[in-house]
């Protein structure tokens, strides 16, 4: 009798366990479907009780976002953050920072929106510079706080080089601000016949600093008159493996992501 | 942007740099965006109007863009006039690798690697 309570127990015990996790996977899809909407709570939305209220809504006015979605002052509030010369202390000279960046307030809601911004903002003075100093200065400054989600990347990419094992030591788990980034190009080496296990092997996989691994893949795509007006990927076509793999290392070491 | 017949009828080299600037400015936008068909589509117009340049042998009019604000007209700059001032192109070069602005500087130190091993040589 005893033993039967006590499986009735561990039964409902178990009960319990899965209904929980069940739970908690539910969350995590509902959570998924958000992101994946770009859902944020500081984006405006129409007021509740308007048609459509709940829902984001476009904001136009006189600055114009790279996709086209334009930014306006939202019942008389500031829209516009205004990076300038010199708000970031180091010194008046920042190379190529002359101009005023103005930096939406409101997260703007497509990334590849927020992705030029934040690329525009000026990294090059903190290269080699501590962990976090460029994200202080930005809190210190009261840039606006949709920026903070890119801290990582930020950071990423005021790193300095590291050796080839310390990147490929990164390439064995995910990091915020960080892409696993393929030595060899991956399209173009499989559209060769270069097999799987090679172009997705250890070998040939760094972690990167997400901009620098767009840096990278983008050098490897545009014209450079350095190879007479061809790209890299085209100059490549056709190459040995271990030819990729040198301009790959090459490539590497000129971005500053390796020794 | 300007067609090649229209930038041919140009009569004033003042244009054709002026031209030459614009169209860097909007590579060194297309670089931040990702565009990089659109850039790639520019490059055809800038080795139009280098080809015009040269030959009115004005090069040296694109010179004093090696001072320019912008680090894609510096770059661009730079690789036009390495014939005609190969001293003042070569310096711009090792100021923008030294930049760490990117690609920029990836692409000047490359420019400065091939030029010492021979294997770019300016035309």
């Known amino acids: 009798m005893e033993a039967q309570i006590r499986n009735y127990e561990i039964s409902l015990s178990r009960l319990s366990y899965h209904a929980a996790a069940l739970h908690v996977l539910l969350a995590g899809r509902r959570l998924q479907r958000l992101l994946k909407a770009n859902f944020h709570p500081t984006e405006p939305r129409v007021p509740r009780g308007n048609t459509g209220g709940g829902q984001w809504t476009t904001i136009g006015g006189s600055y114009r976002l790279p996709s086209g979605a334009r930014v306006m002052p939202v019942g008389g509030e500031p829209h516009l953050f205004k990076l300038r010369p010199g708000m970031l202390d180091e010194g008046d000279d920042l190379p190529g920072f002359e101009d005023i960046q103005e930096i939406p307030i409101v997260r703007p809601h497509d990334s590849s929106d927020r992705h030029s911004i934040v690329r525009r903002i000026p990294m090059a003075p903190f290269v080699g510079k501590p962990a976090g100093t460029l994200p202080r200065k930005l809190e210190d400054i009261g840039a606006p706080a949709w920026l903070r989600e890119y801290y990582p990347h930020i950071d990423a990419n005021t790193q300095g080089p590291k050796s080839l094992s310390e990147l490929r030591a990164g390439a064995q788990s995910s990091r915020p601000g960080y892409d696993i980034h393929h030595i060899v190009e991956k399209s173009s080496a499989l559209e060769e016949g270069f097999p799987k296990s090679l172009v997705n092997g250890p070998d040939n996989l760094v972690s990167v600093p997400r901009f620098m691994h767009w840096e990278i893949t983008g050098w490897y795509q545009t014209r450079n008159r350095i190879f007479d007006w061809r790209s890299p990927r085209e100059l490549l076509r056709h190459d040995s493996w271990a030819k990729r793999y040198d301009v790959g290392l090459y490539a590497l070491r000129k971005f500053e992501v390796l020794k | ?123």
């Open chain 2, 1 to 123: 942007m300007r067609s090649r017949a229209s930038l041919i009828e140009l009569d004033s080299t003042d244009a054709l740099v002026e031209e030459f600037e614009k169209i860097c400015l909007d590579q060194y936008e297309c670089l931040l965006d990702r565009k990089i068909a659109r850039y790639n589509r520019l490059v055809d117009k800038i080795i139009i109007i280098l080809d015009e340049l040269k030959l009115r042998s004005e090069r040296q009019r694109l010179l004093p863009l090696l001072s320019h604000k912008n680090r894609q007209v510096r770059y661009q700059a730079a690789m036009a006039t390495l014939l005609v001032a190969p001293a003042r192109a070569k310096e711009a070069l090792e100021r923008l690798s030294k930049s760490h602005e990117f690609p920029q500087a990836a692409d000047a130190s490359i420019a400065l690697d091939k030029l010492a091993d021979g294997s770019f040589v300016p035309s």
